[in-house]
């Protein structure tokens, strides 16, 4: 069963896209007059998500009165951090706010264009399946290593040529916390993803389009691309 449950990770302080954006967190950075956060929920409205919680940090009462508690029909329930706990540490504990058994995750800063549904038929018995995607350079994200669809960790970023990306939005299991308990504060990518031990995490690879707005130079293609991806 497709989760109609998402989580989106949007606590980061965005230092990178600072010089070109100061005064508002990094997702709701403007992108064609809108904010970023606006245009990746209404792509999760219209793949049938209901309820959405944003797991927010940097700015979070920004982001709160920004957005409200509705968006497009679903429901937005703000889980703020009182201290920085990194990627990892906010998915645990907005996880706590969800009902269902698996819950889509987003980054709050990244555009993936895939459909969700997919994703959620990869492996669904898998404790976290990560939406993968193939680039010609690996060296600004990292990459992931996989075995058939089997993650078997990360490689740092640095080296470059091509590789498997993480594209940012993932499928987890609600009792994942429970599966591996964690200190507060950590981050998904190297705690997680970098050491799945004995954790089912699996890969689903897509070349749908792709952009992390994290920076001045992709947040400026953003203003073009993502309303034409959006309206494709």
């Known amino acids: 069963m497709m989760p109609t449950e998402a989580i989106v990770l949007a606590g980061g302080f965005g230092t990178r896209l600072r010089a070109v954006v100061s005064d508002v967190p990094k997702p709701l950075a403007p992108v064609a007059g809108r904010p970023f956060l606006h245009w990746l929920l209404d792509g999760l409205a219209r793949q049938g998500i209901a309820r959405v919680v944003l797991a927010t940090g940097y700015m979070a009462d920004v982001v709160r009165d920004a957005l409200g508690t509705s968006h497009a029909g679903m429901a937005l329930v703000h ?25 889509f995750v987003l980054n709050g800063d990244t555009w993936l264009g895939a459909r969700l549904a997919p994703l959620a038929g990869e492996a669904p018995g898998a404790d976290l399946v990560v939406a993968v995607r193939p680039v010609e350079d690996r060296s600004r994200y990292g990459s992931v290593r996989v075995e058939g669809n089997r993650i078997l960790g990360m490689e740092e970023k640095g080296p470059s040529g091509p590789g498997l990306v993480n594209a940012g939005v993932y ?22 993803l970098g050491r799945p031990g004995d954790l089912d995490l699996r890969a689903h690879v897509t070349d749908a389009t792709f952009l992390d707005i994290g920076t001045p130079e992709d947040f400026a293609r953003a203003q073009a691309l993502i309303p034409a991806w959006a309206a494709a």
């Open 79 to 103: 889980a703020p951090e009182e201290a920085p706990l990194g990627t990892g540490g906010a998915l645990w504990a907005a996880l706590a706010h969800c009902a269902g058994q698996r819950a």
């Open 171 to 192: 499928v987890v299991r609600r009792d994942l916390p429970s599966r591996r308990p964690m200190p507060g504060a950590f981050s998904l990518e190297a705690e997680v």
